[in-house]
């Protein structure tokens, strides 16, 4: 496979301009999906709205667990506001370029997206009823993947990449360490991405030889055409131990409102009133054992869905104290709801 160079230059962080293979075009392309993504959720009601981001397809264990496996790989281009897509851009505009320039497009466009689905299905397994968004993972998976071809070329480059490792390593240090002091910060997501980059860079760090050496000590270096057939077993490998990673999620997701709660939506859907209704009530019951905002979040909406289920049943007394719930508790953690269960409330004071 050609990764479209052949001669690289004296250090991993400087390269030609010459020649349309040296521009990183993946890097730009995936930053650019990022801030449309971004622009979207912004015109949808914004960034930092749950609602907003689980529309758009946002990591939400319960979710994933009743088959949108999809979410997967959206989580990895939304953010919750600027702060955190300009720390995630800034993040790929920096290592972006050197891994693609290192590695190809074709590699390194397929590091960045196995590194966030990585870090997504580590979330999943390990953080499963939190509501996950960034590119975080997939930028951990680049920052990996750069160390992996430092240490795989150190005997080639020398002490040109000593020190550029050395960094790397205390920056992801920095960063990890920042993320358990956190509170919001996904450091499993961080941390599925980081290993499954470092183990794709490695399988896939192309072979350079020295050319020349330097007066300053700098080595002027070539890379072969490709990386052997063989070493591509790396994705399938990774692939399986993601879908492994995934069931084990599925088998190991805690009990919580949410569960319930979307249980109850698919009763409902299908008409099923009675299945549906235990589902609302062991939702409401769940959430009780669930920390703010958190709680009421899930409560607005059990209280909403267990309101329209009381009122196809015929049961308008108990629909209405369902409703006016659901808007007292929406007005804490769910606007949506809260606007919702009122008009509905309204529609049946007028019947």
Not at 42 to 49: H, I, K, L, R, V
Not at 86 to 91: D, S, W
Not at 155 to 175: A, E, P
């Amino acid at each position: 496979m050609d990764h479209g160079f052949r001669d690289y230059p004296a250090h991993p962080h400087e390269t030609k301009r010459s020649g349309g293979e040296r521009r990183p075009v993946v890097t730009w392309a995936l930053l650019a999906a990022n801030v449309i993504m971004w622009l979207l959720t912004t015109a949808a009601g914004g960034a930092g709205d749950s609602d907003v981001l689980l529309d758009f397809g946002a990591m939400f264990g319960p979710l994933i667990a009743s088959g949108e496996y999809w979410r997967l790989v959206t989580a990895m281009f939304l953010h919750a506001g600027i702060p955190h897509l300009a720390f995630n851009g800034l993040g790929l505009i920096i290592f972006g370029p050197q891994v693609e320039r290192a590695y190809g497009r074709v590699s390194f466009l397929t590091i960045y997206i196995l590194s966030g689905i990585s870090g997504s299905a580590a979330s999943y397994l390990l953080n499963s009823i939190s509501i996950g968004v960034g590119a975080s993972g997939a930028i951990f998976g680049v920052v990996g993947a750069l160390a992996a071809f430092l240490v795989t070329q150190r005997r080639v480059l020398g002490t040109v990449s000593q020190g550029t490792l050395y960094g790397l390593v205390l920056l992801l240090g920095l960063n990890l360490a920042y993320g358990l002091v956190t509170p919001g910060i996904d450091n499993w997501a961080h941390l599925g991405g980081l290993a499954a980059g470092f183990a794709l860079g490695w399988a896939l760090s192309p072979k350079l030889r020295l050319v020349a050496q330097t007066i300053f000590g700098a080595p002027t270096v070539a890379a072969d055409a490709g990386v052997p057939l063989r070493r591509w077993l790396v994705v399938p490998t990774l692939l399986i131990l993601l879908v492994a990673a995934v069931s084990l999620a599925e088998a190991t997701m805690p009990d919580n409102a949410y569960t319930h709660l979307y249980a109850a939506e698919r009763n409902y859907r299908r008409d099923n009133l009675e299945g549906a209704l235990t589902q609302a009530d062991a939702a409401i019951a769940s959430a009780d054992s669930m920390g703010l905002p958190q709680a009421l979040h899930a409560a607005a909406e059990a209280f909403l869905l267990r309101g329209r289920i009381y009122r196809d049943m015929g049961r308008m007394a108990e629909a209405r104290s369902d409703f006016a719930r659901a808007v007292r508790f929406g007005e804490f953690g769910n606007g949506r709801v809260s606007t919702e269960a009122a008009q509905l409330l309204q529609e049946m004071g007028r019947r």
